[in-house]
């Protein structure tokens, strides 16, 4: 299984960025799928995730501003980020929400900064 996260990069505070998240070797459509962020020091943290019926939960730092959603026909989750914060500097990864979890990729960097 592989998870290939891709769309970060280097944006200006107030930008915004388009996440996807494609698997191969998986099919997603029925797992609830999570983006996370672990920012240098800092542990992994959920930010959002989506169910297969696309029920979706946010952490509280990012609602509002990120938009979790999924395309099941290509097999893919993407996580739409917009009014960029420097503090949203992290490398995201996505996979499962848990209990268990897929071969983690190496996640995308997203960096914002003036």
């Known amino acids: 299984v592989q998870l290939q996260a891709s769309g970060g990069g280097l944006v200006q505070p107030g930008g915004s960025l388009r996440l996807s998240c494609a698997a191969s070797g998986a099919n997603l459509s029925l797992l609830r799928m999570g983006w996370y962020r672990q920012a240098p020091g800092k542990q992994r943290d959920l930010v959002a995730d989506?169910?297969?019926?696309?029920?979706?939960h946010y952490a509280d730092y990012v609602k509002g501003r990120f938009t979790i959603s999924r395309d099941n026909a290509k097999n893919t989750v993407y996580l739409q980020t917009n009014n960029l914060k420097p503090e949203d500097t992290a490398v995201y990864y996505c996979?499962?929400?848990?209990?268990?979890?897929?071969?983690w990729g190496k996640g995308t960097q997203v960096t914002v900064s003036s």
């Open positions: 989506i169910s297969g019926g696309r029920t979706t």
């Open positions: 996979n499962r929400a848990g209990p268990t979890f897929l071969n």
